[in-house]
Structure formats: structure tokens, C-alpha cells
């Protein structure tokens, strides 16, 4: 009897009882068919024969509490009642054709001999082991990546805008330079565990199923430390403090993070080592600004620099410039100062841009005051008509 066949097979039927048939009325069935299809009873009637068959085939499952218990399980997780027998002794589940001997890997009338008997455990210790089956030796823990690692850099406005190289000073976790990793004390080596062999897992079984986890006296390496490491007590690694150079690239923004390959945590038994990211903190600056490749910058004017326009002469990141202010120029206007700005990666430059700020002085001088209402007499008013017009609607 194999476990094909508990899939493919109805027992409850062949002995017309429910599912939920009691241990006495299962016996009862089986010994009124019994009866009946007994050979000594029927010479000569092959089909008595088979029934026969089939009766004792059910009753040696579900008469035994274990095997009852795990052919309900069984069925229960392949769709019990799913199959209907079919030209290829197969099944259907849903109308759609499928043979359960396909399954395990065996045509009509064949099938691998992985699947007999055990087969079922078979099938799920390869499953949940990761392969190699109940027979077949378990795969152990491989290389493990080491995890990555973050810190933060505060960088000063100027250097993120041209770039800049860095010493970083980091303590993190790293490999033990007197056992070079492998955690055993200097003429030692680690030793096979004892529990799992070297394997890494262990298997236990649970009725027809088998099921694998990581050694827990290993903690799934597959080898133990009898003599540990005196400098990292058997675990490969310590904390260390090392520097890097980090380069930052020019254009460098506030927020970014930079990924420096293989610079993190070291990886487990040979595996690679993780990444290490730059979360970069900008500090502001007290004049410029920053939006995308463009520098901000706000300058103050008079008002009669407005009216009447003038030269400014503004600072850069790498010197000064020379701005023309237009004569009746208003407050808030930006002027552009071209290829002032960042510097992308293909060479090309932002752009300063400087915004006007008109200064309205809280106090002027008496002379200032009468040259100022002299001014104001001899130039035509603001055009409010507009607003005006609204104005009187409610007088």
C-alpha cells in the first residue's frame, strides 16, 4: 500500500461509512463485507475477490487510529473527495485531467520507488529540508552575506557642492584578527557537531510528514567550538574601529544616501560582506541656498536703486559677480547668474539665482521725507482702478 494510494483511494467509501464513522461502526462495516465477499463464501468470483481486497485494504487504515488520523490529513491536503478515477487510473480534481502518479514522478502503472510506502515523507522532507529527502543527507547553512551597515555625515554646504574626500570613523562589527573568523582558539579548528553531524538541520517526524529546522546546538553552522577564540570568545567577530575615505561626489544633496559596496558587516563562513550607506546630513549656509543644481541668494536693495537701477556686485561659491539691476525693477525679481551654480557630472553648472529684496526703511530724515513727497508728487499714481472699482461698490 503506498501513499498514492491513500490519495487516490476512498476508504470510507469501499466501506459505505461516513467520515465521521465511530471505531465500532467502521468494525462492523468491515466484518458484514467481509462476510460477504469472502472467497470461501464466493468460488470462483473474482470480483467478490477484489472487493474483498478492497474492504481489507480500507480497514487496515482506518481501523487503526494512527494510520486513520493520518489519512484524513493526508486527503484532507490534496482535496479529499477531489478525484474521480479516470481512463488512466488517475483522477480529476474540478474536471480538469490529472493523474495522481504523475505527482510522484510515475506513469500508469509505474511510479518512483522514492514513493512507496514512506513515500509521503518522503515527498515532504524534501520539501521542508531544502531537498535530498528522508534517505538523503540534509543541506547545511551556506555562506551567509553579512547585514549592512548605516551612519550619518554632516557635511559643511560648500564641500557638498564641490564634493569632498573624508575619513569616516566607524565602530562596527568586523572579523577577529586572532582567529581570522572561525571563532576557535589559534591551533584549533571547529569540530563537526555532534548533534546534526555537520549537517546544520535536524530532522524530526511527525506522523508521515518530516520536517527539518536549523541545529539548535549548532545554531545551524554545523560546526561547534570546543577551544573558543580568546579575543572573540568563539562568536568570529569583534567591534572594531576602522576609517574609510569616503568620497563624496560634487553635488552631493542634502537627505542622499551613498552606498559603498562590500565596506560593511563581513559576511558568515566565507559569505560576502554587506554594504555600508552614507546617510548625508548638509548643513545651511548662512547665504546660499540650494534648489537642484540651482544656488539660491537673496540680496537686499533700496528703493532707489529699484527706480533707478543699478550694479550689484553679489558673491559666489568661487569669487564674485556682477549683476545689472534694470531701472524699475520691483521686489522679488530674480536675477540669473549662469553657470554659478552646482556642477553635474557631465560638467555642466547650475545657475545662481539671486532674488531682489526691496528694503523700506522704517525712518527717514526730514530732508528725506520732503524730497521723497516731491517724488511722489511728480510721478503719476498706482494703477488701482481695478480695485477701486470694487472699493466703491460698498460706500
Not at 166 to 175: D, Q
Not at 186 to 194: L, S, Y
Not at 200 to 209: A, E, I, Y
Not at 267 to 288: I, N
Request: with cysteine; glycine share 16%.
Amino acid at each position: 500500500m503506498s501513499s498514492k494510494d491513500w490519495i487516490e483511494k476512498d476508504y470510507y467509501a469501499a466501506l459505505g461509512v461516513d467520515k465521521s464513522a465511530s471505531s465500532d461502526e467502521i468494525k462492523k462495516a468491515y466484518r458484514k463485507l467481509a462476510r460477504e465477499s469472502h472467497p470461501d463464501h464466493n468460488p470462483g468470483d473474482t470480483g467478490a475477490e477484489e472487493r474483498f481486497k478492497t474492504v481489507s485494504e480500507a480497514y487496515a487504515v482506518l481501523g487503526d487510529e494512527k494510520k486513520r488520523r493520518e489519512y484524513d490529513e493526508m486527503r484532507s491536503l490534496f482535496g479529499s473527495g477531489a478525484f474521480r478515477r479516470n481512463a488512466r487510473g488517475g483522477g480529476q480534481p474540478g474536471g480538469m485531467p490529472f493523474d495522481v502518479s504523475d505527482l510522484f514522478g510515475g506513469g500508469a502503472g509505474g511510479g518512483d520507488s522514492r514513493f512507496s510506502g514512506g513515500g509521503f515523507t518522503d515527498l515532504f522532507s524534501s520539501i521542508f529540508s531544502g531537498g535530498g529527502g528522508a534517505g538523503g543527507p540534509a543541506r547545511p547553512r551556506g555562506p551567509a552575506r553579512g547585514r549592512d551597515v548605516e551612519t550619518e555625515v554632516a557635511l559643511d554646504f560648500t564641500d557638498a557642492v564641490r564634493g569632498v574626500t573624508l575619513p569616516l570613523t566607524l565602530r562596527a562589527p568586523g572579523v577577529c584578527d586572532t582567529c581570522h573568523g572561525n571563532g576557535a582558539k589559534p591551533g584549533t579548528q571547529p569540530v563537526a557537531c555532534p548533534v546534526c553531524h555537520g549537517a546544520g538541520v535536524t530532522t524530526r517526524n511527525q506522523g508521515s510528514f518530516s520536517f527539518s529546522e536549523p541545529c539548535r546546538n549548532c545554531q545551524g553552522v554545523g560546526t561547534i567550538v570546543e577551544e573558543k577564540c580568546p579575543e572573540c570568545h568563539g562568536t568570529g567577530g569583534v567591534t572594531k574601529t576602522r576609517t574609510l575615505n569616503v568620497r563624496f561626489p560634487a553635488g552631493v544633496a542634502d537627505g542622499q544616501r551613498i552606498r559603498l559596496a562590500g565596506r560593511g558587516e563581513p559576511g558568515e563562513r566565507g559569505g560576502p560582506a554587506g554594504d555600508l550607506f552614507v546617510q548625508v546630513k548638509v548643513r545651511p549656509d548662512e547665504l546660499f541656498g540650494r534648489t537642484g543644481d540651482d544656488l539660491t541668494l537673496t540680496v537686499p536693495i533700496t528703493y532707489a536703486e529699484a527706480v533707478l537701477g543699478t550694479d550689484l556686485r553679489v558673491p559666489t561659491l568661487d569669487g564674485t559677480v556682477t549683476l545689472r539691476v534694470p531701472p524699475g525693477t520691483p521686489g522679488g525679481r530674480v536675477l540669473r547668474a549662469r553657470g554659478k551654480g552646482v556642477v553635474r557630472k557631465d560638467g555642466r553648472a547650475g545657475d545662481l539665482l539671486v532674488t531682489l529684496d526691496v528694503v523700506v526703511p522704517a525712518k527717514v530724515s526730514d530732508e528725506a521725507r520732503a524730497a521723497l513727497e516731491t517724488f511722489a508728487a511728480q510721478t503719476p499714481p498706482a494703477a488701482r482702478e481695478h480695485l477701486d472699482a470694487r472699493v466703491r461698490r460698498f460706500s
